[in-house]
């Protein structure tokens, strides 16, 4: 993975077919998407149930971009090393999962995956700064987590932006997650955000038999992103 700045999408695989998610990932990478995000959930740090390393592990080989791995469970720490091996190439932590986010961090970075930190909307800008430099990524949760296709939270703008004054020049990504459409995009990218996570906003209209949707929602949310990055810019 080389680090760069550009807008890239990550369509999230809990809005695909869950009866098909091997050939609903070759669609999207087909369709131009650039990473492939899976949400975990454990139904305690989170409401909602979804899946496990053994699922990982077996859609890991129909992944040909980057994996992105999203743990919204807790604790964290005992299962870190078996979404390594299930082929994570990112794991992202909560900073409110448990009590020792800096520990966590070290454990990611020690399986050879790059470390993400994911921050709750509740959770301030100020809670990532110590742990700038054990990071690879910030995911800022743009709705509260446990479920797609919420609506966006605006207040999160903010925090991106003081994110993105924080890092500097770090190779570190921002992500953002929930409530991203064509629409909400040009915000977080003019803002400072760099990976844009889409569940319906990607999904919605197509299916495997036609995925012709995927590109076109992939395309209008890249555009709309990528438009806003270069007017900020200016």
Aim: charged share 20%; net charge negative; proline share 7%.
């Amino acid at each position: 993975m080389t680090f760069t700045r550009s807008i890239k999408i990550a369509p999230s695989i809990l809005s695909a077919d869950f009866a098909d998610f091997g050939r609903e990932i070759e669609a999207i990478e087909a369709q131009d998407c650039d990473w492939v995000h899976v949400d975990v959930m454990d139904g305690h740090f989170v409401p909602n149930l979804t899946f496990g390393p053994p699922l990982v592990k077996a859609i890991r080989r129909h992944v040909t971009t980057v994996m992105d791995v999203h743990l919204m469970i807790a604790p964290v720490d005992p299962y870190i090393e078996a979404f390594a091996e299930a082929g994570a190439d990112i794991i992202t932590a909560h900073a409110e999962a448990g009590p020792h986010t800096h520990r966590t961090l070290q454990a990611i970075r020690a399986t050879g995956a790059k470390a993400g930190l994911a921050l709750n909307p509740g959770t301030p800008a100020s809670v990532a700064e110590p742990l700038l430099d054990m990071v690879d990524l910030i995911c800022v949760m743009t709705v509260n987590p446990g479920f797609g296709g919420q609506k966006f939270i605006d207040s999160q703008i903010e925090k991106i932006r003081q994110l993105r004054a924080m890092i500097g020049d770090r190779p570190v990504h921002i992500e953002i997650d929930g409530g991203v459409t064509p629409e909400t995009a040009p915000r977080v990218a003019a803002a400072g955000a760099d990976v844009l996570v889409a569940g319906s906003a990607v999904f919605k209209g197509g299916s495997v038999a036609d995925p012709a949707p995927y590109g076109a929602n992939i395309r209008a949310i890249r555009k709309a992103a990528e438009t806003a990055t270069q007017a900020a810019a200016e």
